[in-house]
């Protein structure tokens, strides 16, 4: 699973830059604190996704799933956690789901585009085709 302890924390960087986001300007962390925190953040999400694993094997669900995680914060009373989840869950789906639009509106712009491009060829061959129809300057005729 693990080879060492250590491969369960979370990245310090990350860890660090959510501290920043979190607190006021001005406000310095130490190191160990830092440390703590990164390390208190690893188990829970360690003690999280066990109690997940055991709500999926409740459902009897193979994979885990969000509604996994929300029954996991219910049974080990982080309730309050649910509703701030469920929303930034629908505003990443919507985020998701808008971009999927956007790459679909601009391949559907896109193939519009080469559809005129490709038309126009067609048409400018279908002139050139024409204009090889006339007659040639020899003074025979062309047969049709």
Same mark, same amino acid.
């Given at each position: 699973m693990v080879d060492k302890i250590?491969?369960?924390n979370l990245?310090?960087?990350?860890?660090?830059? *959510?501290?920043k986001d979190a607190l006021p300007d001005g406000i310095n962390v130490g190191k160990?604190?830092?440390?703590?925190?990164?390390?208190a953040a690893s188990i829970f999400i360690i003690y999280l996704t066990s109690s997940t694993a055991a709500a999926?094997?409740?459902?009897?669900?193979?994979?885990l799933s969000s509604d996994n995680v929300f029954a996991a914060l219910e !049974?080990? !009373?982080?309730?309050?956690?649910?509703?701030? *989840?469920?929303?930034a869950l629908d505003s990443f789906r919507k985020t998701i789901k808008e971009k999927?639009?956007?790459?679909?509106?601009?391949?559907?712009?896109?193939n519009d585009a080469n559809t005129e491009e490709e038309m126009d060829e067609v048409n400018g061959s279908t002139a050139h085709d024409e204009s090889s129809l006339q007659e040639p300057s020899?003074?025979?005729?062309? !047969?049709?």
């Open positions: 250590q491969d369960l990245p310090a960087t990350v860890v660090t830059r *959510l501290i160990e604190a830092r440390s703590a925190i990164a390390r999926a094997r409740k459902q009897k669900h193979k994979s !049974e080990i !009373e982080f309730e309050n956690f649910i509703d701030p *989840l469920r929303e999927k639009s956007s790459k679909t509106n601009d391949s559907k712009t896109n020899d003074g025979t005729e062309n !047969e049709e």
